[in-house]
């Protein structure tokens, strides 16, 4: 006797079945009505939120693949991110509807979504072979390989799905609904162990090579290889659901409940994993601006209106202006002042600074101190007497070449002390 395929026994299809409990017939749920309550309850807005975030990961990449447009690594990661976008919005239970509707053939999403999802499997495997330095040919002909066989892979499963027969509409159970069905059973296994091969191959290939690296591309790494391994875990899971169903069992919760928490905690890591490598140089270059103008802030307000008739000052507005490009015009301002007063900087001041910042602190610090000092003397000298200028005190008069250190020298009591006894103004004046 022929046994009836998975998707047509009576329990599968909402008719009732005996309970021998009460010895009265029990309605089970239907597949239908099971795909469609999940459906209702799942959250479209999660899918389309990695969506968006994979989205923009991949639009911080778009304009240096304008300029590079041959550049092979940067493609595979443009395709990458493009591909798992679409998979994550596309994937979502309200697109699913949205696109079985409009075109109005019966479970289309499934392929479209499989396809894109083999698409991103291998274009996983052809950015860790580009990425990774190796041999060019050798390059070369693997990636050649690797497009070859993912593209085979995705045609078959558009293929695979024309030649088979999926008239009921499955929203998020269409992989164990169908895992009887001839053809459309081949299709889903495409899928699975085409992603599956890839990403495990990936997260391996990503573990091993973070241990040869530093810095943000090791952390990226570091995050990359256990994103694609939960994608690894999401193509177990449903296989096993599949598998279930071909021994009569029912492992459907694997599909609806399981794997989508898999899928979109990869996704998530996925999206950060390709952040750091490209973000954190950014980043560092402007934390470490924004400091920088921090620590210069108490010399900028010493400076800051010392006349420098030689230099033009442009404000830059903070607000639409990147903090390195503030940082240069901040030291370029510094220093076009500092060489204004330096024909009105007197070594004598600085020497006798020195002598008595030498009590308290160590060679570099007094001297930051004493040039603080004598910066402080010129300036006053500058402003009671313009006319009055040493000869011969040129940029060599000032020895404090690191401006960080001279701003916070700024900050010391001991500064303030020494202007306050008059150490700069009679040092001045017995040089007049």
């Known amino acids: 006797m022929t046994s009836l395929p998975a998707s047509r026994l009576p329990w599968r299809t909402g008719s009732a079945a005996p309970d021998s409990r009460r010895g009265s017939p029990r309605r089970a749920v239907s597949v239908e009505e099971r795909s469609n309550r999940v459906t209702s309850g799942a959250s479209s807005p999660g899918f389309y939120a990695c969506g968006i975030l994979i989205f923009s990961v991949c639009a911080m990449k778009v304009p240096a693949l304008i300029r590079r447009r041959h550049d092979a690594l940067l493609r595979?990661?443009?395709?990458?991110?493009?591909?798992?976008?679409?998979?994550?919005?596309?994937?979502?239970?309200?697109?699913?509807?949205?696109?079985?509707?409009?075109?109005?053939?019966?479970?289309?999403?499934?392929?479209?979504?499989?396809?894109?999802?083999?698409?991103?499997?291998?274009?996983?495997?052809?950015?860790?072979?580009?990425?990774?330095?190796?041999?060019?040919?050798?390059?070369?002909?693997?990636?050649r390989l690797v497009v070859r066989s993912y593209s085979a892979a995705t045609l078959a499963?558009?293929?695979?799905?024309?030649?088979?027969?999926?008239?009921?509409?499955?929203?998020?159970?269409?992989?164990?609904?169908?895992?009887?069905?001839?053809?459309?059973?081949?299709?889903?296994?495409?899928?699975?162990?085409?992603?599956?091969?890839?990403?495990?191959?990936?997260?391996?290939?990503?573990w091993k090579w973070s241990k040869e690296v530093q810095g943000s591309l090791r952390a990226g790494l570091r995050i990359l290889a256990p994103a694609y391994l939960l994608i690894v875990c999401y193509d177990a899971m449903r296989l096993v659901a599949v598998c279930a169903r071909w021994t009569g069992h029912d492992l459907d919760f694997l599909v609806d409940r399981v794997s989508p928490q898999l899928a979109a905690l990869s996704c998530v890591l996925g999206a950060i994993g390709f952040a750091v490598p490209l973000a954190a140089p950014h980043v560092t270059e402007t934390v470490q601006a924004v400091r920088q103008l921090r620590q210069l802030t108490p010399l900028w307000r010493v400076l800051e209106q010392v006349p420098t008739p030689?230099?033009?000052?442009?404000?830059?507005?903070?607000w639409r202006t990147r903090p390195a490009v503030l940082l240069t015009g901040r030291k370029t301002a510094l220093y076009d002042a500092i060489l204004a007063l330096t024909p009105y900087c007197d070594p004598a001041v600085h020497q006798t600074a020195y002598q008595i910042a030498r009590r308290h602190q160590n060679d570099a610090g007094a001297t930051a101190t004493a040039d603080a000092a004598m910066l402080l003397a010129a300036r006053e000298r500058q402003r009671t007497h313009p006319e009055r200028m040493r000869d011969g005190m040129q940029a060599s008069a000032w020895r404090g070449e690191d401006l960080v250190r001279l701003s916070l020298a700024f900050t010391s009591p001991l500064v303030h002390v020494l202007a306050q006894q008059g150490c700069a103004p009679q040092r001045t004046g017995h040089h007049d």
Not at 165 to 194: C, H, K, N, S, W
Not at 310 to 318: D, E, M, N, S
Request: hydrophobic share 55%; charged share 10%.
């Open 76 to 143: 595979a990661a443009c395709l990458l991110l493009f591909a798992a976008g679409w998979t994550m919005v596309l994937g979502a239970p309200e697109s699913i509807v949205v696109l079985n509707r409009l075109t109005g053939i019966t479970n289309l999403a499934a392929p479209v979504v499989y396809a894109t999802t083999t698409v991103f499997s291998g274009a996983s495997l052809l950015l860790i072979v580009n990425w990774r330095l190796a041999p060019p040919e050798r390059t070369r002909n693997v990636s």
């Open 157 to 206: 499963v558009i293929v695979l799905f024309l030649l088979g027969d999926a008239p009921t509409e499955q929203l998020t159970l269409f992989d164990v609904f169908y895992a009887g069905t001839p053809f459309i059973r081949e299709m889903i296994l495409t899928y699975l162990l085409a992603q599956g091969v890839a990403t495990m191959a990936a997260s391996t290939l990503c």
């Open 310 to 318: 030689a230099a033009a000052r442009v404000t830059l507005p903070w």
